[in-house]
């Protein structure tokens, strides 16, 4: 944590020098008004001395002027300071995050890596801002108290070792027992927030299955855990406040009875006193600002390892130290036995894959569920990297090519199409920031969208929900493919885009999509047998490998696991 903070405040040392000038002169003024104080009562002052008041009492509201504009300032500064780098922090989270394959993503979680930018982020930034406001201040009052009270009464300066190293020991023992709690609070977080993200993006399934019941009771679980961590570190520190209390309130007994005799027998004057018992509480003060940043330091720091873990995270997929430049757009992709297995996994997903596809042909990839199809093509944008073989783009293995320039020549549609919040136009123009509202309107109809954006009272420029949830399964796939095809990639690729789809509608976008994509590699991965019988090209996968490749004609004849797809879905008439 320690090393992560000095990283991020490096660039702030000029706010946090003038933050610690300000609490040197704030606390100056805190040490030196006590003894203008004492100076009054020692001296018997007398109502005779009316202008010695005035001018004594204009100095110390002068003082204490200063002291309220060095609060302010240093208060709006610290403050500055340190919301300045919770927005770099999370500014750092978030490129982190956007560098990660799909490994990490998976490694860690969603629900896990929002809390880390959000709740994490914000514990740390706290704490810094309570270190800069409050606890810079500490030590500063604390030390000149200590120096101030000695010059005062070096033996009645003895209750502060008796009262210091106590608090010190009583707080050690709060900060050790809170720390693994806080850890373990952070991650029912975690769990509170992935139970949450699931009820909401499932809604429809759990009223579908009518299990509104067991969901509340699944989040109650969690939310009741998370509450008894909570309650568990909240009781640990009632007993802070309190018990520092009494030490500091046995501390003022103290120095009132022993310094009471010293007056009593004329070995300290009443004001010597008054200023001493302010020292004193000036030092406990500062003790107890400090108190309130060590509260917070187990949750910052379990926080801090949350935040480091996610940025010292080795990213499996980076861009090679000497990319290639300059290779030739033309869309090409080859397969050389390529071989991919899952972190951890014993068994390939994938082996021994091997195929060309080249501009102007359609490559249709079919097989079961779980044979491996969209495992296939992630390898092609580099979403996970292969563990043999390799994939080549332009006669370039994508390991070696930047990944800003493989993405370039990619257009994708996921299978699980997804929209941003904004207008239709916004998420066309994902693909092409300077596509022009004609190419627009262009793309929706070789997507078969025209007629249902046409309809939306605004055109493309109707508002979309996060996700496309005001739209239909079917619409959001066309408007992914539209942005897909506004983009104009070399290679267009297509994973199982097509199932929202009716058979009309899937004919119309095919027979459209082969004429606008007449210079780039298709590749489509399929359920339907309709939708790839008139590919160049078929791949079947079964069991992570291909049991054929050919053509809808030659797999009929050499492919049974293709004929048992085919009969499956168009039947013994259909094969024939």
Do not use: C
């Not at 869309?331 to 082996?351: I, K, T, W």
């Not at 055109?459 to 005001?470: S, T, Y």
């Not at 976008?509 to 489509?524: G, P």
Request: proline residues 3%; hydrophobic residues 50%; negative net charge.
């Amino acid at each position: 944590m320690i090393g992560l903070l000095k990283e991020r405040l490096t660039p702030y040392w000029r706010q946090i020098a003038l933050v610690i000038a300000l609490l040197f002169v704030q606390a100056g003024t805190n040490l030196y008004l006590p003894t203008l104080n004492a100076d009054l009562i020692n001296n018997g002052i007398v109502k005779a001395d009316t202008h010695y008041i005035v001018v004594t009492g204009a100095f110390m509201l002068a003082v204490t002027l200063i002291l309220v504009i060095a609060t302010i300032v240093a208060v709006y500064w610290g403050s500055k300071t340190a919301m300045a780098f919770g927005r770099d922090v999370r500014g750092l989270l978030f490129r982190k995050v956007e560098s990660f394959s799909q490994a990490e993503l998976n490694h860690f979680g969603t629900p896990s890596l929002i809390t880390r930018t959000t709740n994490d982020v914000q514990q740390v930034q706290m704490l810094v801002l309570m270190m800069l406001n409050l606890t810079l201040a500490a030590p500063i009052m604390a030390i000149g108290g200590i120096i101030m009270a000695l010059r005062l009464d070096v033996p009645l300066s003895s209750v502060i070792l008796v009262a210091v190293p106590v608090m010190g020991v009583f707080i050690g023992l709060v900060v050790t027992r809170a720390l693994p709690l806080f850890r373990s609070m952070q991650k029912k977080i975690d769990r509170v927030n992935q139970v949450t993200r699931e009820v909401l993006s499932g809604v429809r399934v759990i009223r579908a299955f009518d299990r509104v019941g067991y969901e509340e009771q699944r989040f109650d679980a969690a939310n009741t855990d998370l509450t008894g961590t909570t309650l568990s570190v909240m009781r640990l520190f009632a007993l802070v406040m309190p018990a520092l209390m009494l030490i500091m309130n046995l501390a003022t007994v103290a120095i009132v009875w022993f310094g009471s005799v010293q007056v009593a027998d004329h070995g300290m004057p009443i004001g010597d006193l008054t200023a001493f018992m302010t020292y004193i509480l000036l030092i406990l003060m500062s003790v107890l600002m400090a108190t309130f940043m060590l509260i917070m330091v187990p949750r910052a720091s379990a926080s801090a390892e949350r935040i480091q873990q996610v940025l010292h995270a080795d990213v499996s997929v980076t861009d090679p130290g000497t990319p290639v430049v300059d290779a030739p757009v033309r869309g090409h992709v080859e397969f050389r036995d390529v071989e991919f297995r899952y972190p951890g996994a014993q068994d390939p997903v994938l082996s021994h894959i091997s195929f060309t596809s080249g501009p102007g042909e359609v490559t249709a990839i079919v097989g079961s569920t779980g044979s491996g199809k969209s495992t296939l093509i992630n390898l092609i944008p580099r979403f996970y990297d292969v563990t043999g073989g390799s994939v080549v783009v332009d006669g370039v293995d994508v390991r070696e090519m930047a990944l800003q320039d493989l993405w370039h020549r990619i257009g994708l549609v996921p299978q699980k199409a997804f929209l941003f919040s904004g207008t239709v136009a916004d998420n066309l123009r994902y693909g092409d920031e300077a596509a022009s509202d004609a190419e627009l309107w262009h793309f929706l109809e070789t997507a078969q969208g025209t007629e249902f954006v046409s309809e939306m009272p605004e055109g493309i420029e109707a508002l979309v929900d996060q996700g496309g949830a005001n739209v239909s399964g079917g619409q959001r796939q066309r408007l992914a493919i539209a942005r897909a095809l506004a983009k104009k990639a070399r290679i267009q690729i297509f994973d199982d885009s097509f199932s929202a789809l009716d058979f009309t509608t899937d004919a119309r976008l095919r027979a459209a999509l082969k004429q606008e994509t007449t210079d780039s590699t298709v590749i489509i991965v399929a359920q339907r047998v309709g939708t790839v019988m008139h590919a160049d090209q078929i791949i079947v996968l079964e069991d992570g490998t291909i049991a054929g490749k050919g053509t809808h004609e030659e797999l009929l004849k050499t492919s049974a696991t293709y004929r048992e797809i085919v009969e499956s879905q168009l039947g013994a008439e259909g094969v024939a």
